[in-house]
């Protein structure tokens, strides 16, 4: 069951946030950042449950590329670049966070560029989205929607996505050739989430939004019942370096994607800021290095959990 707290008006502590940025960098940000922190806690904490156990990934496709194609000023060196779902899970079930895309996809955005692409485990993320009691996006482009999207056993995935209005909007009308249209007749069979900025979506996990990359970016809280915390920011930055410089991508790959410059600027502060004086883990989608640390660490589980456990 979703529930909703209309009450928190997150974003009113901007008002905090954007006197961080006025002020200066990371460092002034922290007093805002451990609120949005404490906010985001309190929200999870706020439906009684279970709180989930574990944080899964599964890459099923990479590529490389440079890394100043993908971080402002930051050198060539080719880096991996992943393509995941998560799954965020419960003894009992699992949310999904984002929904990939098909090898055809990759072809019809990207052409003959190389990637490595494994249909074994496109199967288990289908597997991962039909079986999942909820499914969210970080985002509307097509390498994070595609899946809910288009395929087979649509009907079934989509009868538990639940997209916020912002999302909706730009897949019925995309702002940039970066995403996948969805057709107009298959809205009815999707989830609709409210117009709040933060949404606890069930116990420990919450939906924050955050335009900027696209107007229906939101970041995913989560807290396991470890304590461990996690906020999955989507493409925030493609690579984490650009979270430790506060660089965000080249200005015209950003104005090609229709980007919001000045609240994805504010958003880098904040989020860093967040990971120094909170203990956060930020989770960027695409950084493989990223990933694989944070798997080896034990913090991420690199592989799903199908179990069906009562
Ligand atoms: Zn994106
Ligand atoms: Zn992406």
Redesign the pocket.
């Known amino acids: 069951m979703a529930h909703k707290i209309r009450q928190l008006c997150l974003w009113s502590s901007l008002n905090l946030v954007a006197w961080a940025i006025a002020a200066g960098p990371s460092l002034r940000a922290q007093a805002p950042a451990r609120e949005l922190a404490g906010r985001l806690r309190a929200a999870a904490r706020s439906v009684p449950g279970t709180l989930p156990t574990s944080l899964h990934y599964v890459k099923f496709a990479e590529a490389s590329s440079p890394r100043s194609d993908l971080v402002e000023g930051a050198d060539s060196g080719l880096v991996v670049v992943s393509f995941p779902v998560f799954q965020i899970r419960y003894p009992d079930r699992w949310i999904v966070v984002d929904a990939g895309f098909d090898r055809r996809d990759w072809t019809a955005f990207f052409g003959s560029a190389p990637v490595s692409y494994w249909p074994e485990r496109w199967d288990t993320v289908r597997t991962l989205l039909r079986g999942a009691s909820t499914v969210v996006l970080t985002h509307e ?1 097509w ?2 929607a595609a899946g809910v999207e288009r395929g087979s056993g649509l009907g079934e995935i989509a009868a538990h996505t639940a997209l916020t209005p912002s999302q909706l909007a730009s897949l019925l009308d995309p702002p940039a050739p970066i995403y996948v249209a969805l057709r107009r007749d298959s809205v009815p069979a999707y989830r609709r989430l409210g117009v709040d900025t933060l949404h606890v979506l069930a116990p420990g996990v919450v939906l924050l939004a955050a335009p900027g990359h696209s107007p229906g970016s939101q970041w995913v809280y989560v807290r396991l019942a470890s304590g461990r915390e996690f906020l999955l920011v989507g ?1 925030l930055v493609w690579n984490a370096v650009g979270l430790e410089r506060q660089s965000q991508r080249p200005r015209p790959t950003s104005e090609s994607l229709k980007e919001d410059r000045d609240a994805v600027r504010r958003q880098l502060q904040v989020v860093r800021a967040l990971a120094d004086s909170t203990g956060l883990v930020i989770v960027p ?2 950084d493989d290095a990223l990933l694989a640390t944070l798997a080896r660490s034990g913090a991420l589980q690199d592989h799903a959990d199908l179990s069906r456990r009562p």
Request: charge should be negative; glycine fraction near 0%.
């Open positions: 482009h390498d994070h493409d989608s695409h």
